[in-house]
């Protein structure tokens, strides 16, 4: 099963805002936009934005999410090193019947 | 609070069969979906399966089609995971996740290795 795309490794500096992005196709992102998690080392995923930038409670308003045609992003403001996690985007590919996952992008904050 | 405890992982040969459960408790289990995904080691995110409310639907990943199943038990709350003919490229933290992504169990380590 074709997964989504997301960059290998994004950098960027303390304070800076991030954006990461994951394409995917008119089956998938395109039909419903993308769910995000975080991962810090050793640790579960956790729920970052899902259905249209829903954020789960206790989620800082630094994180938001959108989604534009075939790519859905999550950005996030003021870095700070707690950022510093890996991050997965999934969405239904409504074609293969099937949830599909990003890579990750690991990213670091400098 | 919710909470998702996933058990019955371990070391298994190359074969055998497995089966996983999630105990979860702090809402209301028969009303959600329930998803397991699966992480290998150092790597990314991989979705197993899905069970739909009253698990009349069932849709699994191409990977693990027609040799896991997923299946619950809604008077236990419980949720499972059957995994037959294992192979090396199961090996992996297996994660137990309600229906919206909103809740993660901590996971339960499968081994598949002679």
């Known amino acids: 099963q074709a997964g989504l795309t997301q960059p290998p490794s994004v950098s960027k500096d303390l304070r800076q805002t991030a954006t990461l992005t994951c394409t995917g196709n008119n089956d998938n992102v395109g039909n419903q936009g993308a769910a995000w998690l975080q991962q810090h080392q050793g640790h579960p995923p956790k729920l970052l934005s899902y259905r249209n930038n829903y954020r789960p409670s206790g989620i800082s308003e630094k994180f938001s999410a959108s989604w534009s045609g075939n790519t859905a992003s999550l950005t996030i403001t003021g870095l700070q090193p707690e950022d510093e996690a890996d991050y997965y985007c999934t969405a239904w590919d409504s074609s293969l019947s099937a949830w599909v996952f990003g890579g990750g992008t690991k990213l670091t904050v400098l | 609070q919710v909470q998702l405890v996933e058990s019955g992982g371990g070391v298994v040969q190359p074969g055998r069969s497995l089966r996983l459960s999630c105990a979860a408790s702090?809402?209301?289990?028969?009303?959600?979906?329930s998803h397991w995904v699966r992480q290998a080691p150092g790597k990314g995110l991989e979705w197993v399966a899905i069970i739909s409310t009253d698990g009349g639907k069932r849709h699994y990943a191409d990977s693990v089609q027609g040799r896991f199943t997923i299946s619950r038990d809604d008077s236990k709350n419980t949720l499972y995971l059957q995994m037959n003919r294992l192979r090396a490229e199961d090996t992996a933290v297996y994660y137990c996740v309600r229906e919206d992504w909103d809740y993660w169990g901590l996971g339960t380590l499968v081994t598949v290795s002679s």
């Open positions: 702090g809402f209301l289990f028969y009303s959600y979906a």
